[in-house]
């Protein structure tokens, strides 16, 4: 079936978006907003900024601008647009006109230096600088990586002030950068810090450090041969060796068409944070940039998390409408896309796809269920089930034969008695012959 969304969104359409209040809950940005790649930095005015790329098509990665998301408490996010060109009438690479993809950010003695990267026309690393952390950035210039040109910039700056610059793919390459924060120190420049044998490396490391360890987060290939992981390794050196940690999360099933993650981690406020993205559009791209809290054994590994819905906030009250792109979990052909300027959906949905919130808190019980939808070219059921696909049923909701046409409509049904916080699971099943039924949902809440 043909995708309805696979046009560049119009950057005046994103642009409406963002006096919209942005709250904790995952995606952190707002239906129509993709951003990926998330870098987080917490400098010294308690806000934590997050660096990345701009995804605004399902044809190619990324874009030819950047944007930066801040937050003062997790719970709220105000996204800067437009602070970073490559082409156009605010191009500051003047060298080139090719995509930016993956950016990190350092700052040191007044300055903010952006380490972006493009992967035309020979895997080009640049740096760009401003007086604030939210840019403009300006005065775009390559930096010389001495013949091994790849991608994904990350710059640490260590407690003795010696910075060092991290990039690659497949092989992750590291060097100390020199005092001006611009040039590589050639002689340092270490190929295969990490590799794919010996760490599941794919791209996109994110350096960062904790009780004397130096940590390297990255695109993990330890599952299904697909780079969905955000893994991570540690030393005690910069330069390593580096002994492979695990996981910290695996987007895999984000996205029917979901291909690769990139991220990073952060301490702010006392708690240290996973940044990553999810694809959306049954596409690698259209990524979404989402937060989870993690945390720390005695030895310095890090647990696991899930993906959720909730992000850094408390579960979903199920008495709110919940947006049906906070999704975190999708099988089958459904997908999240965006059907209106400024409005997500669960789309495309056929007999027995299944969508997971998590978490849900239902306090002291419900008693109906009410859901806006897109009918589709059939009729059919939504199972909605507490806990577990096979779990307690908490409604039945029927869903009217629809012409083919997109119309909203709202449908309800009675709930179980369901009490406390579960996650959440939609389930869908219809006669309709497969990739004929296309319904969509845009929100459900509970009465």
Known sequence: MKM????RIPA??????????????????????????????????????????????????????HHILSTKDMMEWTIH???????????????????LFAPDCMYKDGTYFLYFCQPDPHHAEGVATSASPTGPFSNGAPIHTFGHN??????????????????????????????NMVELDESSITDSVLTEFDHYFHE????????????????????????????????????????????????DRCDPGNWNNHGSIAEFNGQ??????????NSKMMRKACVEPISFNADGTI????????????????????????????LGTVRIQLCEPDNEELGEIQH???????????????????????????????????????????????????????????????ASNVTGVHPLWLLFYSDAPQAEWGMAVDWLLFE
């Not at 870098?39 to 005015?45: E, M, R, T």
């Not at 944070?273 to 559009?281: D, G, I, K, L, S």
Request: aromatic letters at 14%.
């Open 272 to 281: 240290w944070y996973v940044f990553y993205h999810r694809a959306t559009h």
């Open 303 to 330: 647990d696991e998390v899930l993906m959720t819905s909730q992000g850094a906030g408390g579960p979903l009250p199920s008495t709110n409408r919940i947006e049906a792109e906070r999704a975190c979990t999708l």
């Open 12 to 65: 005046f359409l994103l642009l409406t978006l963002f006096s919209a209040p942005l709250f904790a809950q995952n995606p952190i940005v707002p239906a129509g907003v993709y951003f990926a790649d998330p870098a987080a930095h917490v400098w010294g005015d308690s806000i934590l900024y997050l660096y990345g790329s701009l995804d605004e098509s399902t044809d190619y990665y990324c874009s030819w601008r």
């Open 150 to 179: 790849q991608i994904d910039p990350c710059v640490f700056i260590d407690d003795d002030g010696q910075a060092y610059y991290v990039w690659g793919q497949f092989t992750l390459k590291m060097a100390r950068m020199k005092p």
């Open 352 to 414: 027995d796809d299944r969508a997971l919130f998590r978490y849900v808190d239902f306090a002291g019980g419900v008693e109906r269920a009410v859901l806006r939808i897109s009918p589709g070219k059939a009729s059919g059921v939504i199972s909605i089930k507490q806990g577990m696909p096979w779990g307690p049923t908490v409604a039945t909701v029927n869903i009217p034969r629809g012409d083919g046409e997109k119309s909203w409509t709202t449908v309800t049904a009675s």
């Open 81 to 99: 647009p437009d602070r970073f060109f490559s082409k156009g009438d605010k191009d500051e690479v003047p060298y080139n006109n090719s995509l």
């Open 4 to 7: 309805k969304s696979r046009k």
């Open 204 to 251: 996109g490391a994110f350096m960062t450090k904790r009780q004397g360890i130096y940590y390297l987060v990255y695109a993990d290939l330890s599952r299904a041969n697909m780079p969905t992981c955000l893994g991570y390794a540690m030393s005690d050196q910069p330069f390593g060796p580096y002994q492979y940690g695990g996981v910290v999360i695996d987007n």
